[in-house]
């Protein structure tokens, strides 16, 4: 005995229904094209982003790599934050100017070189809060600090320097200045912070 079949219920699939009508050929091609293409989009695009930013993480690397690793004045300025942090206000208008930065657990030092004109000279040391006056002649930068730069101290230059101490957590900063040639003078400096 079959059960009876209720009025709204849709009669089984084997049940007069008609076979699913066959799609033309036209109709089976643009299926699979539009199926490739979106996953060509779904995979390719993603795939894409990922090696554009893995060639872009690697330069990135390399380029910290080569900050880290340098172990002398390399030409460049510092960032301002680095400017700021170090205290070293290095003139606009200043050329010739390189940088390294070093850290370690107990100590921080950025090394600074530049050449500016006269006037630029004595705006750079107002602003550290000195004067050419305050420079005794002499070579403030230690032996090692300009190893770690590679800098060299000729005996024919004219070498002034002055160390400046601050208080607290500022830094300490040597300031070497050669007045061989007057009207363009070199500036060495060594800021070192200690956290």
């Known amino acids: 005995m079959t059960p009876p079949s209720l009025p709204h219920q849709a009669p089984p699939p084997d049940e007069g229904a008609a076979p699913p009508p066959v799609e033309d050929r036209r109709h089976v091609v643009r299926r699979r094209w539009i199926t490739a293409i979106i996953i060509l989009l779904l995979v390719g695009v993603p795939a894409g982003y990922l090696a554009v930013s893995a060639q872009q993480s690697r330069e990135s690397g390399r380029d910290k790599a080569a900050k880290v690793g340098a172990t002398k004045v390399r030409p460049g300025w510092p960032s301002k934050v680095q400017r700021s942090i170090y205290e070293v206000p290095i003139p606009p208008k200043a050329w010739r100017v390189g940088f390294l930065e070093t ?9 600074v070189q530049f050449a ?67 009207a363009k003078p070199r500036v060495y400096v060594v800021s070192t912070a200690v956290p």
């Open 116 to 182: 500016v004109t006269p006037a630029d000279l004595d705006a750079f040391l107002a602003e550290l809060g000195t004067s050419r006056a305050g420079l005794t002649r002499e070579v403030s930068i230690g032996a090692h600090d300009a190893a770690v730069a590679g800098w060299s101290w000729g005996p024919d230059n004219a070498w002034y320097g002055t160390t400046l101490e601050q208080p607290g957590p500022r830094p300490t900063r040597d300031v070497t200045v050669d007045l061989t040639d007057p």
């Open 103 to 111: 850290n370690n657990w107990r100590t921080s030092r950025l090394y």
